[in-house]
């Protein structure tokens, strides 16, 4: 059995409010969404997998890790053909990166409230890789390009999901849909 285009909407309806939401609010404290559980945990996960590593390094991996995992799961949806969980894997990560871009524009000044998972004291991650690496100044101009890419990931990933929603119709009512998706195939 294929899968619904129909069930997928609800989906798209989402991805357009938290990504107008997380993309044009005015504070991280209203960037949150319903991801940012699950986002907090892949993040304090990757400095946990890699406390091993230099300092640096560790703190770098839990931003890094929140960002990527997404897109691990898009290649993963991908290889198996399944378009349309591609596309919320690529949103998702987009919707990571405007996140990180709050955290990475507060290095300097500090001034959001940070969580420790394992209690201790809790650290900034950008204020200590800027900080090191000597570019605590330009914090606010890393969030930016961070944030744009995140924007672009975020209207990308609507985008396409849109398309192969679109194609996945054309394929419903017998009509081959144009483009690159005409071939479309998706599996379950």
């Known amino acids: 059995?294929?899968?619904?285009?129909?069930?997928?909407?609800?989906?798209?309806?989402?991805?357009?409010w938290i990504g107008y939401r997380v993309g044009f609010s005015r504070t991280s404290g209203q960037a949150h969404s319903v991801f940012s559980g699950i986002d907090l945990g892949i993040h304090e996960l990757g400095h946990v997998v890699t406390c091993w590593l230099p300092n640096l390094l560790c703190a770098l991996a839990g931003t890094v890790a929140q960002c990527v995992a997404p897109l691990i799961a898009a290649f993963s949806f991908f290889r198996k053909g399944i378009l349309f969980e591609t596309c919320f894997c690529i949103w998702w990560s987009g919707e990571n990166m405007i996140c990180s871009?709050?955290?990475?524009?507060?290095?300097?000044?500090?001034?959001?409230?940070?969580v420790t998972p394992f209690g201790?004291?809790?650290?900034?991650?950008?204020?200590?890789?800027?900080?090191?690496?000597?570019?605590?100044?330009?914090?606010?101009?890393?969030?930016?390009?961070?944030?744009?890419?995140?924007?672009?990931?975020?209207?990308?990933?609507?985008?396409?999901?849109?398309?192969?929603?679109?194609?996945?119709?054309e394929r419903d009512l017998g009509r081959r849909p144009p483009g690159p998706l005409g071939g479309l195939t998706e599996r379950e």
């Open 120 to 169: 201790g004291e809790a650290h900034h991650d950008w204020n200590y890789i800027l900080r090191t690496v000597g570019l605590l100044r330009w914090d606010t101009t890393l969030a930016f390009f961070v944030r744009a890419g995140g924007t672009l990931l975020v209207l990308g990933g609507i985008a396409a999901g849109i398309a192969v929603l679109w194609a996945m119709r």
């Open 101 to 114: 871009s709050y955290y990475i524009a507060d290095a300097k000044s500090m001034d959001l409230p940070l």
């Open 1 to 16: 059995m294929r899968p619904s285009w129909q069930l997928r909407i609800p989906m798209v309806l989402i991805m357009l």
